[in-house]
């Protein structure tokens, strides 16, 4: 059984953290990280390269058809004036895609998980910034305050 709700938990509380909500954005522009994707990778203590081909390819879909097109649509709209409310109901879909995406993450989980200790989440990281043909001293350098956080 998926542990879908103890997921998204952990990953509402953690990007609570000032400085997770940056390094996460961070990786997500410099890198096109999958912000759901870094989450998980500090999630799942068992992460191998086959499992986390599973979760790209869960993941993919979801972003390619809801999240990113309802980011560029919020991007797009004003804070202000006659665009903000409509803002904010994009905002809110696009969140729900997000928790969409950490469904199906989770759905690949057997058994209830997380968090991964520091040592399994650094090499989660370490390996999808790898998938990314990301470097992987300046990937784990944006990526430190996360793993500060689950320190």
Same mark, same amino acid.
């Given at each position: 059984?998926? /542990? %879908?709700?103890?997921?998204?938990?952990?990953?509402?509380?953690?990007?609570?953290?000032?400085?997770?909500?940056?390094?996460?954005?961070? #990786?997500?522009?410099?890198?096109? $990280?999958?912000?759901?994707?870094? #989450?998980?990778?500090?999630?799942?203590? *068992?992460?191998?390269?086959?499992?986390?081909?599973? !979760?790209? &390819?869960?993941?993919?879909?979801?972003?390619?058809?809801?999240?990113?097109?309802?980011?560029?649509?919020?991007?797009?709209?004003?804070?202000?004036?006659?665009?903000?409310?409509? +803002?904010? %109901?994009?905002? !809110? $879909? &696009? #969140?729900?895609?997000?928790?969409? &995406?950490? %469904?199906?993450?989770?759905?690949?989980?057997? +058994?209830?998980?997380?968090?991964?200790?520091?040592? &399994? *989440?650094?090499?989660?990281?370490?390996?999808?910034? %790898?998938?990314?043909? $990301?470097?992987? /001293?300046?990937?784990?350098? +944006?990526? *430190?305050? #996360?793993?500060?956080?689950?320190?």
């Amino acid at each position: 059984m998926a /542990n %879908t709700s103890g997921f998204w938990d952990f990953s509402v509380s953690l990007y609570e953290n000032a400085d997770v909500q940056a390094a996460c954005l961070d #990786l997500q522009e410099q890198f096109a $990280a999958d912000v759901n994707v870094v #989450l998980f990778c500090l999630w799942v203590p *068992a992460l191998d390269g086959e499992s986390l081909d599973r !979760a790209l &390819e869960a993941a993919w879909p979801v972003q390619r058809d809801y999240i990113q097109p309802l980011r560029q649509m919020r991007r797009a709209l004003s804070k202000s004036g006659d665009e903000a409310a409509l +803002r904010e %109901t994009v905002a !809110a $879909a &696009e #969140l729900a895609a997000e928790q969409l &995406e950490q %469904t199906r993450l989770s759905s690949l989980i057997s +058994r209830p998980s997380g968090p991964a200790s520091l040592s &399994e *989440a650094r090499d989660h990281l370490l390996a999808y910034a %790898t998938k990314l043909g $990301a470097d992987q /001293n300046d990937f784990m350098a +944006r990526a *430190a305050p #996360l793993l500060r956080a689950i320190a």
